[in-house]
């Protein structure tokens, strides 16, 4: 179905980020613009860590270079790290790991023993390797930066995600899958999720049409070769039945990006086609702690995003005591594209109707400011939360990390 290309390819020009009304602090802290014209796409947090009153994580950025194309990875053991070699005037802050030669490596998650997954949705795999391993195996070899080649055999690990599931047959239809994108870690349940962007059921009765959507499967022991994989969501509502056509109830498709809460015990899942944030939880009553195969559900409507925005990315604060507000990046694939945030307690306002509480504009320069970018294929869309170091070492939250792929930037910002 690929459809995420065709709607990207209407992305002609560049996206900066700016902050409007003197809020928050704006920051280019990733920017390569002469040393490749790479494009990030993807970032991860991995679980907060604490020495005396700081609160730190390491971070990965992916690179997205088009669809079976190699990109990178970059590790940093922190998010200080991150900011202070921002401030060396470069123009890519030194990562301290790169992984190079996973195609289009387009997400990035970590789980709560340190392992690092990233999708491949060309490939329709899922790379994965810990932070030891990866601080033992990247060597140099004459490179500035220590560095793992993923095509050299058994320097890091993957899996594919096949494209029928063997515990989903039936005599009426058959489901199937391709495009691995967003990643998140449920820390509760142990395992990861992943949103397939293309999902089809077709069946065998030629007048029934087919159904294109995209899906959530569970990735059960995900560092593992061989993992048990099920599919925990492949119907999202639509809150305005009828308005697209061609398909059947609307459901939701082009999915991109999903993120967990562990305070709210949910998923956030962005959905172009619908242009809706959705909230997916598990069954009024389903322990979060045993999950294996149980079904999400999406207890309230999907947001709605104003003016003709489309729902690429979602983060949250992986800080348990700030997990109340959703970023969401968004764009009407042309010229505008926007932050959005969101208060989780709010949310039956925003399905309502109501503005979120905070917008940041992304405006584009014209396409002739940035002709590389007329192919498509990029577009500002990874966001997370992170701890924003202040200068005595305390944590203040947020601080919020965009990846501005057509810009290849990636650039940081604190909220009000």
Known sequence: MKKRPNLIRQVLCALVLCGLCGCGVNTTIFNNSTTGQLHPCGIALANLTTAGTSKDCAVAICTYEGENTPGYVFVWKSCKALLNSSQQGTNMPNPDYEITNIADPEAVAFDNAGNLFISSPSNGAIHYISLTKLESSATSSGQSVPTLDASEPGSIDAYYIPSTLSSETSATYADTYSAPRGLTFD????NLYVVMENYTRTYTNPNTPAINSSAVLQIVN????SPTINTVSTNFSDADPGTN???PNDVAQNCLDISYSHVHQCFFLTDIFNQRLHQLSWPQGQSVTSTKGANLAEPTTAIVLPNGQ????????????????????????ATNCQLNAFAYNQWNNYVNGTPPSS????????????????VGYFTAWGVEVMPYLNADGKAILHGILVADAPQNKVVSFSTP
């Open 310 to 333: 489309f729902c690429l990315g979602v983060g949250l604060s992986n800080d348990p005591n700030s997990q109340d507000s959703i970023y969401c990046t968004s764009s009407d694939l």
């Open 187 to 190: 820390q509760d349940d142990g």
């Open 245 to 247: 056509t061609g398909q």
């Open 222 to 225: 995900p560092a593992s070769s």
């Open 359 to 374: 917008v940041r504009k992304l405006d584009a320069p014209t396409p002739a400011a940035a002709p590389q970018f007329d």
